[in-house]
């Protein structure tokens, strides 16, 4: 009788478990895909690699006079007085530290790249974002999974990859 009990309960908790996985609907979409099949972001990751290229050549310009400079010192060091000596270090710091307040201003967490980035980019992302979300709430999605940052993911059924959907949501064809 107890075992008959304990095998009923199990199929009940069976049965709940398949009902409730059921019902859960999911679809995944790969936004490295979706990006590469949409022409502003591509011009915009154009448009960031030459900044980052431009500016990059300005910090090693200044990188480059601290150098030379750091040099000259050297050579001259044995010839100059105490006081030329400290002059010419503070000129080499100086130069150093502008290189490096030049970096942080183009490549730092507040810096030009990331004020470019959420110029170019971020509106693209956020146009991405509301086609899943439209897309999801009108197919009655619980979740909708990004396939190419979903690390821990094996094998995902094609049919729920919902990414030519986004792009025909957003004008793009594929």
């Excluded at 030459?50 to 010839?79: F, N, P, R, V």
């Excluded at 130069?95 to 307040?101: I, L, V």
């Excluded at 942080?104 to 030009?112: D, L, N």
Aim: hydrophobic share 45%; proline share 2%.
């Amino acid at each position: 009788m107890k075992e008959m009990k304990r095998l009923i309960l199990s199929a009940a908790l069976l049965v709940v478990c398949v009902l409730t996985v059921q019902a859960q609907r999911f679809a995944l979409v790969d936004m490295e895909f979706i990006l590469k099949h949409i022409p502003a972001y591509e011009q915009a990751n154009r448009q960031m690699e030459t900044l980052s290229k431009q500016w990059q050549g300005e910090i090693e310009t200044k990188s480059d006079e601290a150098k030379a400079l750091y040099e000259a010192y050297q050579k001259d060091a044995a010839s100059l007085s105490a006081s030329q000596r400290t002059a010419k270090e503070e000129a080499v710091v100086a130069k150093e530290k502008e290189a490096a307040e030049l970096r942080q201003k183009y490549f730092g967490p507040q810096g030009e790249m990331m004020k470019k980035q959420q110029e170019l980019i971020a509106p693209i992302q956020d146009q991405i974002y509301n086609a899943v979300k439209e897309i999801a709430i009108a197919e009655n999605y619980d979740a909708v999974i990004d396939r190419a940052s979903a690390q821990s993911m094996i094998f995902a059924s094609p049919r729920i990859d919902i990414s030519n959907e986004v792009l025909a949501r957003l004008g793009y064809s594929n």
